[in-house]
């Protein structure tokens, strides 16, 4: 297998994804104790669950397809995420692993800003279409 050249889309998404000397064999470096200043919560894990968690090796993100369970486990991974990412994944360091996670989190308010945008133009078009109909109806 080749190796992808330098800048190649590949590149950008092991950027974004926070994928750095990838070794398959030993996912995880960060074996030692989680640290303190990255704890909190993990937005990007709660609103991207499934994409999120298959990026940052937590595959137990994807019991959030499952009927009732998902929603709990959605909390879970906003609670836990960082936790878990951080012993799954190689971090050059804690503002590396921070990092990555903001763009995470950015990205969740974007998918999230953008689904709210389009439910509200769907919502506003079928309103008047509905309203219109209605007047010509009288």
Known sequence: MSRPRVGSEDDRFNEFVGNKGHDPIHPGRNDGEFPEEARGLNWGAFGLNVIWGTAMRVHIAWLCILPFIGVVMQFVLLIKGNEWA?????????????????????????????????????????????????????
């Not at 945008?117 to 209605?134: C, D, G, K, P, Q």
């Open 86 to 138: 951080w012993k799954n994944r190689r971090w050059d360091s804690v503002e590396h692993f921070l990092s990555v996670q903001r763009k995470w989190a950015w990205a969740t308010a974007v998918v999230f800003g953008l689904m709210f945008l389009i439910s509200l133009a769907i919502s506003t078009f079928l309103s008047n279409l509905i309203y219109s109909n209605l007047i010509y109806s009288l």
